[in-house]
């Protein structure tokens, strides 16, 4: 059977190939509290192509959690554009915007956010699940992705028969299991110890060598040090980008 592609599809489906991984102009983001507003983000562009292994670094209180929990689509601007691929996220529903979080971007946290009482296995099959997608066919999937990241023999371990290297490991394998097109990392080695800190900087390094698009949120200059690209973020601003 064949698909016919209309000329407005494919110039769509041209487009977004060749639009950035991201794409925010002027983002700015205000929290209200009573009369006193804060504005956390204040005027930001950012361009992050496909592929780009990215680092945003600065001290607390900068900005930068801020900033992921928008590109991650966990929170809206108060002004400005956000594109992912060229697809206008800004003005989303809540279902369209839990919809690209499933579908379009893995996350991986300091706290790793695995459930406890499920094994290694499970916890990867999480998005698959809310995708619909049956057990037979979600297992395979897992299995392969632990494979992956060198946890084949654990699947069956729950995280606390784990160590904090593997957990994170299993977290990364839940990211990647759904082929996302981004994937956020908020402080992924905040919680580790050096070596088990270098194992998961060396999985990163290994992602983006087959082509992934990486942003990763880190206080640490070492560990900002081992991407492609450096974000510095002060007050809301970026103060530095070497990039541009």
Do not use: W
């Amino acid at each position: 059977m064949s698909i016919t592609v209309t000329t407005e599809e494919a110039t769509e489906i041209a487009e977004r190939d060749d639009a950035p991984a991201l794409e925010l102009r002027g983002i700015r983001k205000i929290y209200n509290s009573g009369s006193v507003a804060f504005e956390a983000v204040r005027g930001i562009d950012l361009i992050v192509n496909k592929g780009d292994f990215v680092a945003v670094t600065g001290a607390s209180g900068s900005g930068k959690s801020t900033l992921m929990n928008m590109i991650g689509c966990l929170d809206r601007p108060s002004y400005g554009l956000y594109r992912m691929e060229g697809e206008e996220i800004s003005h989303k529903t809540e279902n369209e915007l839990a919809e690209i979080r499933n579908r379009r971007i893995g996350f991986v946290f300091q706290s790793y956010n695995l459930l406890a009482r499920a094994t290694a296995l499970e916890n990867v099959e999480v998005p698959l699940f809310y995708r619909g997608l049956p057990r037979r066919k979600r297992v395979p999937l897992a299995k392969a992705m632990l494979e992956r990241v060198g946890l084949g023999a654990r699947g069956d371990h729950t995280p606390a028969q784990l160590s904090g290297g593997e957990q994170q490991r299993v977290a990364i394998a839940r990211a990647l299991v759904g082929d996302p097109t981004i994937v956020l990392a908020d402080e992924p080695t905040g919680n580790l110890d050096t070596s088990r800190t270098e194992e998961i900087l060396q999985l990163f390094e290994a992602l983006h060598e087959e082509g992934r698009t990486i942003v990763l949120i880190t206080h640490e200059d070492e560990v900002a040090s081992r991407a492609k690209r450096s974000v510095v973020m002060r007050d809301g601003l970026i103060i530095r980008d070497d990039a541009q």
